[in-house]
């Protein structure tokens, strides 16, 4: 394992719209595209093995041709692809093996084509550094059959062709101030409103629990939300619609940025608030349960910060709905706290919390697995 280092740094920019240039021309005729892809496929399959590359953002794909479709995801072959160029391996030693871990309906080749969710590890079978998927089953692993489930809000930004300017703004300034676009409808206050849609579409197809999509404080900001989810789904599921989303804005020709401040000033960033419970906080009295691990969470408040997103400190200052990160507080129905519990969840005596530190650009397997860690296996001591 000491071969296959993480050497991420060559390509870590590459998540940062700012320092890079964006494409030419690179719109294609549409209706002669459709012609080939009207053409039939026979009775093979296509699968897109789809992985995470060694910024820990970067997802990475590759598609092979299947004789037919699989029943299950374990009669899908092992593969492997170039880890020196996705910053995950040196260039003498350089195969990295993608081992499939769940399967999702394809909704941009339709039919029985599939795209295929991997792990990434050695050929020993082991997981490489990057892999957090691993380390997030060995945290769920602890502490079997308390039923977890993860409701995760995306927060993320579109950018024009240019990705230096959100999508819909005008290109000499900014628009009005915020106020009027959270939640909005209308040519004046919703920028982009087709990506959020054939978004929600892709994951309604593709079997991924979306739950809702609104629009965002900041003009050309959206969110999506998966969930509930069970366990490590939860993150799965995120990581696929992040995908679909990446495709999809491929397609319209936008830029998605998940930067957690994308815009500096007054404008709000960009959060990936994570709802958790167990079976026992939605049981009767389960309120009890819920401060407990919200309690616990406050123990661990530095080291769940640390690990909570890239650039984040730009965006908990403490304004625009956030709590600032050096400050641990939570409370009922407080936009302003690290941790919110639902106003619903204190009637009710029971339900869920949700940990509003974590940023768009968060690894869901880090925050899903540290949160279940921290809550359920930890004794708090
Ligand atoms: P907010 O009011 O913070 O904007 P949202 O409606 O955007 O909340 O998101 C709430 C998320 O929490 C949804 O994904 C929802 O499915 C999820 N959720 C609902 N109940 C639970 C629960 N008991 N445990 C975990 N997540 C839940
Ligand atoms: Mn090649
Ligand atoms: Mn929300
Ligand atoms: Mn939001
Ligand atoms: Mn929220």
Avoid at 194 to 203: D, L, M, S, T, W
């Amino acid at each position: 394992s000491e071969k296959v280092e993480n050497v991420a740094s060559s390509v870590v920019d590459a998540n940062d719209l700012n320092v890079r240039k964006p494409p030419g021309d690179v719109k294609l005729d549409q209706g002669v595209m459709d012609r080939y892809m009207a053409l039939p496929q026979g009775t093979r399959v296509q699968a897109e093995y789809v992985w995470i590359g060694g910024t820990g953002l970067d997802l990475r794909c590759k598609t092979r041709t299947l004789e037919e479709k699989p029943g299950a995801v374990n009669d899908l072959p092992l593969w492997n692809y170039d880890g020196s160029s996705c910053g995950q391996a040196p260039g003498d030693d350089s195969e990295v093996m993608l081992r499939p871990v769940k399967i999702y309906p394809d909704p941009f080749r339709g039919g029985d084509n599939i795209i295929v969710l991997c792990e990434t590890c050695l050929p020993t079978g082991e997981p490489i550094p990057s892999n957090t998927r691993a380390k997030a089953r060995a945290s769920f692993d602890a502490a079997p059959g308390l039923e977890p489930w993860f409701g995760i809000e995306q927060e993320y930004t579109l950018f024009d062709k240019d990705m230096v300017t959100p999508f819909g703004w005008p290109k000499d300034g900014e628009p009005g101030p915020q106020g009027p676009y959270y939640c909005s409808v209308g040519f004046e206050n919703a920028y982009g409103r087709g990506v959020a849609e054939a978004h929600y579409r892709a994951c309604m197809y593709s079997n991924i629990p979306i739950s809702g999509i609104n629009g965002e404080v900041m003009p050309g900001q959206w969110e999506y939300q998966v969930g509930p989810a069970v366990g490590i789904n939860g993150a799965d599921d995120l990581v696929m619609s992040r995908f679909l989303l990446q495709r999809v804005a491929e397609d319209l020709q936008v830029a998605v940025s998940l930067d957690p401040k994308p815009i500096p000033g007054d404008w709000n960033g960009a959060g990936c608030h994570t709802n958790f419970s167990t079976e026992k906080m939605r049981q009767e009295g389960g309120f009890k349960e819920i401060v407990e691990a919200v309690e616990k969470l406050g123990k661990r408040h530095k080291q769940h910060i640390e690990a909570y997103g890239e650039g984040n400190e730009r965006r908990l200052t403490g304004l625009h709905e956030t709590a600032n990160m050096n400050t641990f507080k939570y409370g009922v129905a407080d936009r302003g706290a690290s941790i919110r519990i639902p106003r619903a969840a204190e009637a009710e005596q029971k339900g869920y919390f949700e940990d509003r530190r974590p940023s768009s650009n968060m690894d869901p397997y880090v925050v899903c697995g540290m949160i279940f860690d921290t809550t359920c296996v930890w004794d708090g001591k």
